[in-house]
């Protein structure tokens, strides 16, 4: 029996079946699945019934409305379905998404971090290799290693568990990277990594236990509901409009015949209803305007340059960034820099050019101090402290570090009952032990920040 895995495409997802994910495609098509390019928008829960999996893998700069959320909410709760979430480094605030607006349903999120350990890895800090598994599960098991690589932490928040966890030398130390739930009928897995599944690629799907990992995943994500239903000829068939990814190949090729395309095309847009093919079309609408706006600023910014291109290889470190003088803004023709974030590649230095000395600032010292200080009341709005934070937030905040404190408690009398039972040795059981101790202090002394703050 073929179990069907649903890899969603309409929320712009970085890891994609037939782009850089073809090797975990050909695993899973050989090995009891049959994978699928998932194309609804939007998702509802009728049009999740014939698969047994669904996946979001990273989806980047592109959210899930909440409607949607609702409908794999009931999707997985009641049809027993199984959800896998894999994110980046940085999570949702990383790459512009809301993964953690679905997951925290099911009890856990995607953290703003990254993952590095010096000591531990291979060859790069940001491709940590994971020896932490505990306590036991399915999904870990036959593991001895993983390589974790670009990927972010979560947060347990509620009835989650965390099943493989950071080192004691990484950073953030002692965290949990995989996480499991199991609500109603369904199933959940969350990671903060889908590069963990790449192609060709160092701490990719070809490092020594990650295609294990997967055949492990999948199959728990398969639950006890879904092979009832599958028993019972309960699971309603695929309809045309959804792509099996396995019927085509990578990426057609210029030569292509004119009846082919015709093909492809026509598998593409068979819809079921007139909103759908909206939604639809509003999600491409999307897509091209973002790159229009790329293509315009690369053409501005590649025209104010004097350097050649070449040079973009060259210099990867930024020079420190020197303000403009006070006394005149920048010519409104040279655009302002960019905000860069800490999970981009480095910009070129020579991209952005310093706007010509002033005229004004060549007189004498002395006009130059008079002019100065007319201009120094502005920057008082610069170093004004920042807002308090709302009370509001602050008891949002303080209730759900409570909820992981409890959380991450109850875990600890698990961990304890194992060790009792002989379930789990001495030497995993006083490692987990001061893990567990370390999470509950370091979650405490928050809320105790949280409340004098309050």
């Known amino acids: 029996m073929l179990y069907t895995i649903a890899f969603d495409v309409a929320h712009k997802p970085r890891g994609r079946l037939d782009e850089n994910f073809t090797e975990l495609k050909d695993f899973l098509n050989t090995n009891g699945f049959e994978c699928y390019n998932f194309l609804e928008a939007p998702i509802t829960q009728l049009s999740l019934n014939p698969y047994d999996v669904l996946v979001f893998a990273c989806p980047d700069f592109s959210k899930i409305s909440p409607l949607e959320i609702s409908e794999i909410i009931n999707w997985v709760r009641e049809d027993g379905g199984g959800l896998l979430l894999l994110s980046h480094a940085g999570g949702d605030r990383g790459r512009n998404s809301n993964l953690s607006e679905l997951s925290q349903n099911f ?3 995607f953290e703003n971090d990254q993952v590095l350990d010096e000591t531990y890895n291979l060859g790069m800090e940001n491709m940590p290799i994971i020896t932490t598994f505990i306590p036991p599960h399915p999904i870990s098991n036959g593991i001895s290693s993983l390589c974790f690589r670009s990927g972010c932490s979560l947060m347990v928040l509620g009835n989650a568990i965390p099943i493989v966890s950071s080192n004691e030398t990484s950073e953030p130390f002692s965290s949990p990277l995989i996480c499991v739930s199991e609500p109603d009928n369904g199933r959940v897995c969350a990671i903060g990594s889908y590069e963990i599944f790449r192609d060709k690629i160092g701490c990719g799907f070809n490092s020594d236990d990650h295609a294990s990992l997967a ?11 879904r092979l009832d239903l599958r028993a019972n000829g309960e699971i309603p068939d695929i ?11 990578e990426t057609p090729s210029y030569d292509q015949s004119t009846e082919n395309r015709k093909v492809d095309i026509d598998f593409s847009i068979k819809i079921s209803r007139k909103s759908e093919l909206f939604e639809l079309l509003k999600i491409f609408q999307n897509q091209i305007n973002t790159i229009k706006t790329t293509v315009d600023k690369l053409i ?20 420190p960034i020197i303000e403009p003088p006070l006394i005149e803004p920048p010519p409104k023709h040279n655009p302002p820099k960019q905000p860069v974030s800490i999970f981009d590649e480095p910009s070129d230095p020579t991209l952005t050019q310093l706007p010509p000395k002033p005229v004004e600032l060549q007189s004498s010292p002395s006009d130059i101090f008079s002019e100065l200080t007319k201009t120094q009341k502005p920057k ?7 807002k308090k934070p709302k009370k509001s937030e602050l008891l949002s ?4 570090l409570e909820s992981k404190l409890n959380t991450v408690k109850n875990l600890l009398d698990f961990v ?20 567990l101790k370390n999470d509950i202090k370091k979650t405490q002394t928050k809320i105790d920040d949280i409340k004098k703050l309050l």
């Open 416 to 435: 304890e009952k194992k060790h009792d039972a002989g379930e789990l040795d001495d030497e995993s059981y006083a490692k987990r032990l001061k893990q």
């Open 380 to 386: 008082k709005t610069i170093s004004q402290p920042k």
């Open 107 to 109: 009890g856990m999120s």
């Open 239 to 249: 309809t045309s409009h959804q792509v099996n990814s396995s019927q085509f190949s």
């Open 300 to 319: 501005k910014t590649t025209g104010a340059s004097e350097d050649e291109i070449a040079e973009l290889k060259e210099n990867l470190t930024p020079p």
């Open 397 to 400: 905040q303080k209730n759900s």
């Open 215 to 225: 055949f492990n995943i999948f199959t728990w994500l398969v639950s006890e509901h």
